[in-house]
Protein backbone atom coordinates (compact mmCIF):
# COMPACT_ATOMS: atom_id res chain seq x y z
CA UNK A 1 0.00 0.00 0.00
CA UNK A 2 1.04 3.40 -1.01
CA UNK A 3 1.98 5.19 1.97
CA UNK A 4 0.68 8.56 2.34
CA UNK A 5 2.44 11.66 2.84
CA UNK A 6 2.09 13.06 6.56
CA UNK A 7 2.71 16.78 7.23
CA UNK A 8 2.89 17.79 10.95
CA UNK A 9 3.58 20.80 12.16
CA UNK A 10 5.88 21.54 16.14
CA UNK A 11 5.00 24.69 17.35
CA UNK A 12 8.00 24.18 20.07
CA UNK A 13 7.15 26.73 23.12
CA UNK A 14 4.68 28.97 20.98
CA UNK A 15 1.49 29.85 20.88
CA UNK A 16 -1.04 31.72 23.49
CA UNK A 17 -4.81 31.21 22.68
CA UNK A 18 -4.30 34.08 20.31
CA UNK A 19 -2.73 31.83 17.46
CA UNK A 20 -5.87 29.14 17.55
CA UNK A 21 -7.18 31.14 14.42
CA UNK A 22 -3.68 29.86 12.44
CA UNK A 23 -4.33 26.41 13.03
CA UNK A 24 -8.61 26.58 12.76
CA UNK A 25 -6.84 27.93 9.09
CA UNK A 26 -4.26 25.37 8.97
CA UNK A 27 -6.74 22.19 9.61
CA UNK A 28 -9.39 24.20 7.36
CA UNK A 29 -7.13 23.75 4.41
CA UNK A 30 -5.76 20.65 5.43
CA UNK A 31 -9.60 18.95 4.47
CA UNK A 32 -9.21 20.69 1.54
CA UNK A 33 -5.98 18.63 0.47
CA UNK A 34 -7.56 15.04 1.38
CA UNK A 35 -4.85 12.98 -0.44
CA UNK A 36 -2.08 14.03 2.74
CA UNK A 37 -2.40 13.47 6.79
CA UNK A 38 -1.53 16.69 8.95
CA UNK A 39 -1.59 16.86 12.52
CA UNK A 40 0.03 19.89 14.59
CA UNK A 41 1.46 19.78 18.05
CA UNK A 42 1.00 22.79 20.06
CA UNK A 43 2.42 23.38 23.60
CA UNK A 44 0.60 21.33 26.52
CA UNK A 45 -1.66 24.36 27.21
CA UNK A 46 -2.64 24.79 23.72
CA UNK A 47 -3.78 20.73 22.89
CA UNK A 48 -7.49 21.04 24.60
CA UNK A 49 -8.27 23.94 23.69
CA UNK A 50 -6.66 23.26 19.56
CA UNK A 51 -9.29 20.64 20.04
CA UNK A 52 -12.36 22.16 21.06
CA UNK A 53 -11.39 24.62 17.85
CA UNK A 54 -11.09 22.48 15.17
CA UNK A 55 -13.13 19.17 16.03
CA UNK A 56 -11.98 15.87 14.42
CA UNK A 57 -8.25 17.09 13.88
CA UNK A 58 -5.30 15.76 14.56
CA UNK A 59 -3.66 17.32 17.50
CA UNK A 60 -0.78 16.01 19.97
CA UNK A 61 2.00 16.81 22.23
CA UNK A 62 5.66 17.61 21.94
CA UNK A 63 6.89 15.40 24.65
CA UNK A 64 5.46 13.01 27.06
CA UNK A 65 6.85 10.90 30.27
CA UNK A 66 7.66 7.27 30.61
CA UNK A 67 5.41 6.55 33.20
CA UNK A 68 1.89 6.46 33.20
CA UNK A 69 1.61 8.64 36.31
CA UNK A 70 3.39 9.33 39.53
CA UNK A 71 5.57 12.11 41.05
CA UNK A 72 7.16 13.80 38.07
CA UNK A 73 6.62 17.62 38.62
CA UNK A 74 6.04 19.24 35.86
CA UNK A 75 5.28 16.29 33.77
CA UNK A 76 2.83 15.26 31.30
CA UNK A 77 1.96 11.03 30.58
CA UNK A 78 0.86 9.53 27.46
CA UNK A 79 -2.36 8.59 29.16
CA UNK A 80 -3.24 12.48 29.85
CA UNK A 81 -2.37 13.58 26.13
CA UNK A 82 -4.69 10.63 25.09
CA UNK A 83 -7.26 12.03 28.04
CA UNK A 84 -7.71 15.59 26.94
CA UNK A 85 -8.28 13.95 23.00
CA UNK A 86 -4.46 14.33 21.27
CA UNK A 87 -3.96 11.33 18.68
CA UNK A 88 -0.07 11.74 18.52
CA UNK A 89 3.21 12.48 20.32
CA UNK A 90 6.50 13.41 19.09
CA UNK A 91 9.33 11.90 21.64
CA UNK A 92 13.23 12.39 20.97
CA UNK A 93 13.53 15.17 19.71
CA UNK A 94 16.85 17.26 19.84
CA UNK A 95 15.87 19.44 21.90
CA UNK A 96 14.96 17.39 24.27
CA UNK A 97 17.87 14.82 23.69
CA UNK A 98 20.39 17.55 23.83
CA UNK A 99 18.75 19.57 26.06
CA UNK A 100 16.81 17.77 28.67
CA UNK A 101 19.50 14.81 28.62
CA UNK A 102 17.48 12.19 26.88
CA UNK A 103 19.06 8.83 25.73
CA UNK A 104 18.21 6.70 23.56
CA UNK A 105 16.69 4.43 26.30
CA UNK A 106 14.38 7.26 27.41
CA UNK A 107 12.81 7.88 24.22
CA UNK A 108 12.62 4.07 23.71
CA UNK A 109 10.58 4.26 26.94
CA UNK A 110 8.30 6.93 26.31
CA UNK A 111 7.38 5.62 22.81
CA UNK A 112 6.72 2.47 24.33
CA UNK A 113 4.15 4.31 26.70
CA UNK A 114 2.78 6.70 23.90
CA UNK A 115 2.12 3.30 21.98
CA UNK A 116 0.52 1.71 25.27
CA UNK A 117 -1.73 4.65 25.77
CA UNK A 118 -3.23 4.42 22.26
CA UNK A 119 -1.11 7.61 20.91
CA UNK A 120 0.53 7.24 17.42
CA UNK A 121 4.31 8.06 17.90
CA UNK A 122 7.07 10.68 15.51
CA UNK A 123 10.54 9.30 17.08
CA UNK A 124 12.95 12.10 15.89
CA UNK A 125 16.68 11.37 15.29
CA UNK A 126 19.35 13.30 13.45
CA UNK A 127 23.15 14.08 13.45
CA UNK A 128 25.01 16.59 14.99
CA UNK A 129 26.94 19.44 12.77
CA UNK A 130 30.23 17.48 13.56
CA UNK A 131 29.19 14.07 12.60
CA UNK A 132 27.92 15.18 9.98
CA UNK A 133 30.93 16.11 8.62
CA UNK A 134 33.21 13.47 9.76
CA UNK A 135 31.22 11.33 7.19
CA UNK A 136 29.46 9.27 10.17
CA UNK A 137 25.90 10.75 10.05
CA UNK A 138 24.67 7.38 8.63
CA UNK A 139 26.23 5.21 11.50
CA UNK A 140 25.04 7.85 13.44
CA UNK A 141 21.28 8.15 13.17
CA UNK A 142 21.08 3.91 12.44
CA UNK A 143 22.16 3.77 16.00
CA UNK A 144 19.86 5.97 17.44
CA UNK A 145 16.90 3.91 15.62
CA UNK A 146 18.44 1.09 17.18
CA UNK A 147 18.56 2.17 20.81
CA UNK A 148 15.41 3.96 20.59
CA UNK A 149 12.74 1.62 18.76
CA UNK A 150 9.83 0.25 20.87
CA UNK A 151 10.43 -3.38 21.11
CA UNK A 152 6.88 -4.06 19.36
CA UNK A 153 4.84 -1.91 17.61
CA UNK A 154 2.25 -1.48 15.11
CA UNK A 155 3.96 0.07 12.24
CA UNK A 156 0.87 2.84 10.88
CA UNK A 157 1.07 4.18 14.66
CA UNK A 158 4.78 4.56 14.54
CA UNK A 159 6.64 7.13 12.29
CA UNK A 160 10.58 7.80 12.35
CA UNK A 161 11.58 11.87 11.67
CA UNK A 162 15.30 12.15 10.41
CA UNK A 163 16.12 15.62 11.69
CA UNK A 164 19.73 16.46 11.20
CA UNK A 165 20.39 19.12 14.40
CA UNK A 166 22.63 21.42 12.30
CA UNK A 167 19.56 22.08 9.98
CA UNK A 168 16.99 22.61 12.53
CA UNK A 169 15.87 26.43 12.90
CA UNK A 170 19.32 27.34 10.82
CA UNK A 171 17.58 27.81 7.26
CA UNK A 172 20.27 25.36 6.24
CA UNK A 173 19.23 21.50 4.41
CA UNK A 174 21.09 18.84 3.34
CA UNK A 175 21.37 18.02 -0.40
CA UNK A 176 18.35 16.00 -1.61
CA UNK A 177 20.44 12.75 -2.07
CA UNK A 178 22.04 12.99 1.46
CA UNK A 179 17.93 13.42 2.87
CA UNK A 180 17.36 9.73 0.70
CA UNK A 181 20.47 8.34 1.40
CA UNK A 182 19.61 8.72 4.64
CA UNK A 183 16.15 7.92 4.61
CA UNK A 184 16.92 4.94 2.54
CA UNK A 185 19.13 3.94 5.53
CA UNK A 186 16.93 4.43 8.26
CA UNK A 187 14.05 2.07 5.89
CA UNK A 188 16.36 -0.72 6.03
CA UNK A 189 17.67 -0.60 9.00
CA UNK A 190 13.67 -0.68 10.13
CA UNK A 191 13.69 -3.42 8.19
CA UNK A 192 16.18 -5.86 9.93
CA UNK A 193 14.69 -4.72 12.91
CA UNK A 194 11.35 -5.16 12.80
CA UNK A 195 10.99 -7.05 9.05
CA UNK A 196 10.33 -6.01 5.50
CA UNK A 197 6.59 -5.59 6.06
CA UNK A 198 6.70 -3.03 8.61
CA UNK A 199 9.43 -0.97 7.35
CA UNK A 200 7.61 -1.10 3.85
CA UNK A 201 4.61 0.81 5.92
CA UNK A 202 6.29 3.09 7.95
CA UNK A 203 6.92 6.89 7.26
CA UNK A 204 10.06 8.52 7.38
CA UNK A 205 9.32 12.05 7.30
CA UNK A 206 12.44 14.68 6.93
CA UNK A 207 12.96 17.77 9.37
CA UNK A 208 15.08 21.04 9.60
CA UNK A 209 14.34 24.09 7.77
CA UNK A 210 11.54 22.94 5.72
CA UNK A 211 9.71 26.09 4.21
CA UNK A 212 7.55 26.59 1.39
CA UNK A 213 9.67 26.56 -1.30
CA UNK A 214 11.89 23.54 -0.38
CA UNK A 215 9.29 21.57 0.97
CA UNK A 216 8.08 19.59 -2.90
CA UNK A 217 11.37 18.69 -3.52
CA UNK A 218 11.88 17.53 -0.46
CA UNK A 219 8.69 15.42 -0.10
CA UNK A 220 9.46 14.08 -3.76
CA UNK A 221 12.94 12.85 -2.45
CA UNK A 222 13.01 8.70 -2.01
CA UNK A 223 11.86 7.54 0.93
CA UNK A 224 10.50 10.68 2.59
CA UNK A 225 6.99 10.44 3.56
CA UNK A 226 6.52 13.51 4.77
CA UNK A 227 8.46 16.14 7.20
CA UNK A 228 7.95 17.51 10.43
CA UNK A 229 8.29 21.24 10.53
CA UNK A 230 9.15 24.01 13.36
CA UNK A 231 8.84 27.30 12.59
CA UNK A 232 6.68 27.17 9.06
CA UNK A 233 4.30 25.82 10.91
CA UNK A 234 3.08 28.56 13.10
CA UNK A 235 1.17 30.18 10.91
CA UNK A 236 -1.22 29.03 7.52
CA UNK A 237 0.13 31.46 5.24
CA UNK A 238 3.43 29.51 5.47
CA UNK A 239 2.07 26.16 6.27
CA UNK A 240 -0.77 25.42 4.04
CA UNK A 241 1.80 25.78 1.04
CA UNK A 242 4.08 23.03 2.50
CA UNK A 243 0.65 21.00 3.04
CA UNK A 244 -0.40 22.02 -0.79
CA UNK A 245 3.11 20.32 -1.73
CA UNK A 246 2.49 17.58 0.08
CA UNK A 247 -1.05 17.08 -1.56
CA UNK A 248 0.36 17.36 -4.97
CA UNK A 249 2.49 14.44 -4.84
P1 LIG B 1 12.42 24.01 11.90
O1 LIG B 1 12.24 22.92 13.08
O2 LIG B 1 11.41 23.64 10.84
O3 LIG B 1 12.11 25.33 12.55
O4 LIG B 1 13.82 23.91 11.41
C1 LIG B 1 12.00 21.58 12.80
C2 LIG B 1 11.88 20.79 14.08
O5 LIG B 1 12.66 21.03 15.02
O6 LIG B 1 11.01 19.90 14.20
Redesign the pocket.
Known amino acids: MARRKYV?G?W?MNGLAAALGEAEAIFAAAREHGTVDVALCPPFTLIGPMIAAAPGAAVGGQDCHSAASGAFTGSVAAPMLRDIGAVLV?VG???RRDGCGESDADVKAKAEAALSAGLSVIL?VGEPRDVRESGRAIDHVLAQVAGSLPATFDPSRLAI?Y?PIW?????LVPTIADVAAMHGAIRAKLAEQAGAAAAQDMRILY?????AENAAELLDAGDVDG???????LTAAKFVPIIAAGASL
Do not use: D, Q, R
Open positions: VNKIHSECAEAIGTGGGSVNALVGGAS
